[in-house]
Structure formats: C-alpha cells, structure tokens
C-alpha cells in the first residue's frame, strides 16, 4: 500500500515474509543449475542478426559523434555505450563470449571518460571494425589466438590514449 | 535445505525475446511453474496490476519505457497493487554509477548480463532468503539500502534525526 511520504516521516515495513512462507528457505540444488546452464549453452539463438542490429547503432552513434563534437560529452558518450553494452550483454549468452569478452573492456573504457575527442572515436571505431570481423566470419568461442591478438590490440590502443591523457 | 519454486509467481519484463526465453528456460528448470512475460513496460505494469506476482525481473534497457522508471511506477504510483515485490534489475551495465542508480530507484537485485544460471540462483535466493524491510519516505521509496552496518559510523542519523517520525509497520500479520 502506498504511503503519504511528507518530508518528515519515514515508514518502515518489516520484511515481507510471504516468499519465504511459499518457497521455504535453502538454495536452488545444484544439479538444477547445471541443467539450466546447459539450456544456456545449449540454445541455438542466432546471434548474427541480433548483433548487426547494435553494431550498425553504434555505426549511427559515432557517426554521430564525429558531426557533432560539441554536443555534451555524457550525450554522446551515453550513446556509444549503450550498443557496447548490449553487445557486451548477448554475445556470451548466444554462442560468441569473444564478443562480450571485448565489449566488457570498451564499456569499462567508454564508462571512464569524461570528453570526446577524434582518438577516442577512432578507437571506438577499430572495436566496431574488430566486431564486425568476429560477426561475419562466425568467430564463436573465444576465438583463439585471433581473439587474443583482438583484444591485445584493443586494450593497447585504450592503454595508449590513456597515458596521453596523462601526459 | 532447497528451495521450492513451485508456488512462486514471477514476471518477466523484457523486449529482447531471446534472452526472455532463456530467463524463462532457466527458472522453469529452477521448478518456477507460475511464469508471465511481457515485452514492454507499459504492458508489465498492466501483467504486474492483474497478476501480483512474487518476483519481477525486468530488463533495464526497453523502449520507450527503461526497466527504471518502471520500477519507479511499481514503487510510487498510487494505484501499484503490491510496491514491496521484490524486483531483479537485468542489464549489461556493472558500473558502480548504474548500480548505485538502480538501487536508489528501488531495486531489490541487480543480475549483470550475460548471466549464468548459477547467478540468475543466487538471485532468486536471496530475495527468498533474505528478505529486506521496506522503506517509504518522500526521498526514497524500496528495500532498506542499508545491507551493512558499519560499527564505526558517526555521521548523521538521517532516518531517525530528531525532526523525524518513523512508523513501523508489520506487514506480516
């Protein structure tokens, strides 16, 4: 039930129990979460044409981005992040964890800053080019070595414009 | 000791379907047998309204209605038939600003994607488990942020502060 709420009182209901009354207390057994992960593993969702939806928005966005340099940084950077982070959010759940591997650490990286700038969105842009290879040529799993010399190359691209930051 | 899911309602809120089904995949293997969907927000609040459900877990990145003004109608508005249900917040996002805005929103959990099934349980345990007092003041409507107490902490006493009246009520019966 909703409450008046004046500036001057605080209402505190003891917990509900009503959950613990229909489901009692414990854990969920083991050996149904090994089943549901395999469900996990196991579904055959094809990610392709989901992930070209958030690749071609984050396209949009740096397109974007670079024609309108002056707009407020936390607009522009809010929208860069969101495609990232839906990639970041569905790649590992349907068959490419390479793909949220990387879009963990963009996101991170994206999330950090403050301004936008042409080296930013210049490797944005090589993270969009290295996602789109992974989506066309169907790299599933981690990707091996491929995958590592992706990421190895990311991250010292980040690494890089982070310390001319500094300097 | 396990849990029994049995007789536990939930509602999924999400419009991406595929990771909707397999939400519901997981939680139906979980023994969940009372499980709802909707793919928008504005047709959760209507399934939330109708259903009352024990559990919501809704996707915060929808459109044109995100996952947390949603859960700030469950919470707020005055015709919301059960503010208290404890609500799972999905989404990519695990910066301590995002997790630090759904919570002062209202959220009860917050499950980052992409999810495992070992985490979407932890989840639901501890909402069944661990149960928080609800809180309703004019800045804050949701589960008691205050998970820790610290045993040092000397500032000000906000809730219980002199100019303060704090009701308690007992929802159990």
Redesign the interface.
Known sequence: ???N????????????????N????????VE??????K??DQ?N?DFQP?AEIYLERLSQALQNARQNMDAPADRLLGALE?PV??L???????GY?LI?DIATNM??FI?TRSKVDEDLLDIIQLYLDSQNIIINQKIKGTGGSVGLQIQDELQNACRRYISKLKA | ?????E??SILIVDD?M??M??IK??LQ???VKNITTATSAEEGFETFQKKIP??IIIDW?MAPVNGIELTKKIR???A?VY??V?IIML???N?K?HVELARDNGITEFLT??????D??KR??S???R????????KF?GP?RRRRRASNYNGPDR?NGA??????????G
Not at chain 2, 163 to 172: E, R, S, T
């Open positions: 039930m909703q409450r709420t004046d500036s001057n009182t605080v209402y505190i209901s003891k917990a509900d129990q009503a959950l613990r229909k489901a009692g207390t414990g854990e969920i057994p149904k979460i090994r089943l549901s992960q469900q996990i579904n969702v989901i969101k982070m839906n970041k959010s569905n790649g590992a759940l349907f964890p949220s996101l991170r999330e | 000791m396990a849990l029994n899911l007789r536990v991406n595929p990771t089904e397999l995949a997981v293997v979980f023994g024990d559990i990145d707020n508005d005055k919301s503010p208290q404890p989404t990519g996002y910066s600003k994607k992409p999810f495992t099934a070992e979407v349980a639901i345990s909402v069944v488990n149960p928080r007092d609800f809180i309703q003041c004019n409507v008691d809730r100019d303060k009246q704090v009701i308690y009520l007992d929802v159990n």
